[in-house]
């Protein structure tokens, strides 16, 4: 995220100021002798706030001239209002200024977990929910934050999945992965440790790069009992979901609370937005919208089962009110030669389907309300 800004006297100068993560930030930096000692020192404070289960992120700015400045926004002007492509070229345009920064520094900030969050996702394990977490936070972060919300447990199998190699390790090492687990499931079968995976964005990058390699890790990523995919941008975030829901045909729920994961749950088949201090771009563009993580119990397992049990029963009522209805109008067209004559009265077709349409509405919907809160009771 970066933004320019034109300073008032005395500096009356235009400076680029902009944040992300470590791997992204660093490829943009001016790789001078003296930032370079900066950089690695900073590096190793990143890395420590990350194993302290810390969010971080680095700074950097630039100091920019008028003349190349205005020869920029012409282009982002022109980006901005194209009628084809648009978002491809204004995020060309912004690569262009976002060039030869100068390191500020880095933050790290405690981001804890909301009441109920691990309580809510042991639940979701138990109904046979398989929960993936996308995160944009650094893979040491990523764990601590899994451990803390009951995602990893101690008797878990870690395999993880760096982005600091090239796409060949990476489909080898996805591949080695592959043949370990057959290998600890043919020797210990029901016996075996539950298995979690922990891939970063760089790899990703690489694997839908590659059919084969998408292959394995949707082959590893279903026998492992949770997946934490970090260091990844908002549109990885949207191909991940996409890719598990065609390829192994499910209904996918996704959950976020910022504007960052405003793609992602609109590729889901059911989007959930958090409202809260984040602001409320996910909440407007979900489907449902809670203020805690934890009401989602309530949402999935307590509303979203009685849902789906009144959705059956009027399934069968319309079913059954249609077959009643269509038979003995079918049935009569025999003997009336298909002339088309009307069986039933005009005023019982009016009364029929305001007493068997809105009739079992009323009964079963005042039924199974009074059955949920008589449940939610006790």
């Not at 970090?230 to 598990?244: G, I, T």
């Amino acid at each position: 995220m970066s933004v320019i800004l034109k300073r008032p006297e005395p500096w009356n100068d235009i400076i680029l100021y902009c944040k992300g993560a470590d791997n992204v930030i660093t490829e943009r930096l001016d790789h001078d002798s003296e930032q370079q000692t900066i950089l690695d020192k900073t590096h190793k404070d990143v890395d420590t706030f990350s194993e302290n289960g810390l969010r971080t992120l680095m700074l950097a700015y630039r100091s920019i001239d008028n003349e190349e400045y205005e020869s920029w926004k012409k282009e982002i002007d022109e980006a901005s209002t194209a009628t084809e492509g648009r978002a491809e070229k204004v995020a060309q345009v912004q690569e262009k200024i976002e060039v030869n920064l100068k390191l500020l520094g880095a933050t790290g900030i405690e981001d804890k977990l909301q009441e109920g969050v691990p309580k809510c996702i042991e639940d979701l394990r138990k109904a046979g929910i398989k929960i993936w977490v996308l995160t944009g936070d650094k893979l040491e972060t990523a764990i601590n934050i899994g451990y803390a919300s009951n995602l990893l447990d101690s008797e878990m199998q870690l395999w993880t999945v760096r982005g600091n190699e090239n796409a060949n390790e990476i489909i080898k090492n996805l591949g080695d992965i592959s043949e370990k687990l057959d290998k600890i499931e043919n020797e210990q079968g029901n016996d075996a440790p539950e298995d979690a995976l922990v891939i970063e964005g760089a790899a990703l990058a690489h694997v839908f790069g590659d059919p084969e390699a998408r292959q394995r890790l949707l082959d590893i990523a279903v026998r492992c009992k949770s997946v934490i995919c970090c260091r990844v941008s908002p549109l990885q975030k949207a191909q991940v979901v996409e890719l598990v829901r065609k390829s192994h045909n499910v209904v996918t729920l996704a959950i976020g609370d910022g504007a960052n994961d405003v793609s992602m749950i609109q590729v889901a088949n059911v989007g959930v937005g958090i409202a809260g201090q984040e602001g409320v771009q996910a909440a407007m563009a979900a489907d449902y919208s809670i203020c805690q993580f934890r009401f989602l119990h309530k949402l999935l397992l307590v509303q979203g089962h009685w849902s789906y049990v009144r959705i059956s029963e009027m399934i069968l009522n319309f079913f059954f009110k249609n077959v009643f209805w269509v038979f003995p109008s079918l049935w009569y067209q025999i003997y009336s030669s298909w002339s088309g004559n009307i069986f039933y009265d005009y005023s019982f077709l009016q009364l029929y389907n305001i007493i068997f349409t809105l009739a079992p509405i009323v009964v079963l919907g005042t039924v199974f309300n009074m059955n949920r809160e008589r449940v939610m009771h006790n």
